[in-house]
Nanobody, 129 residues
């Protein structure tokens, strides 16, 4: 079924920018909400951002709000996470995940990780001088 592959990670200096991509295959993304999550060594995985299936609703963790931007391109079947003004504490493995859109109001959650059924393998982002 749905498979997700992240790319775009790497080493960047504090204050720099990176844009991560999450390419989907096996299914189109137009019926899925998408989330970005990250996990630093020794820490639990945390939600970073999400975007609803319609792309009209987004959410961000407080730690990245104003610095990161999530978007989706259903034609390319790809999701993006633009990361600006990166900080050392942003260092982590970043993964994208998806779940089928749910009945009810349009939206998504950055904390309800159990909703996300399909996961990519992750891409490393390191912010260091």
């Amino acid at each position: 079924q749905l498979q997700l592959v992240e790319s775009g990670g790497g080493l960047v200096h504090p204050g720099g920018s990176l844009t991560l991509s999450c390419a989907a295959s096996g299914s189109t993304l137009d019926d899925y909400a998408i989330g970005w999550f990250r996990q630093a060594p020794g820490k639990e995985r945390e939600g970073v951002s999400c975007i609803s299936s319609s792309a009209l609703s987004t959410a961000y963790a407080d730690s990245v709000k104003g610095r990161f931007a999530i978007s989706r391109d259903n034609i390319k079947n790809t999701i993006y996470l633009e990361m600006n003004n990166l900080k050392p504490e942003d260092t982590a493995v970043y993964s994208c995940a998806a779940h089928r859109s749910l009945p009810g109001p349009d939206g998504c959650s950055v904390v309800a990780q159990a909703l996300y059924r399909y996961w990519g393998q992750g891409t490393q982002v390191t912010v260091s001088s």
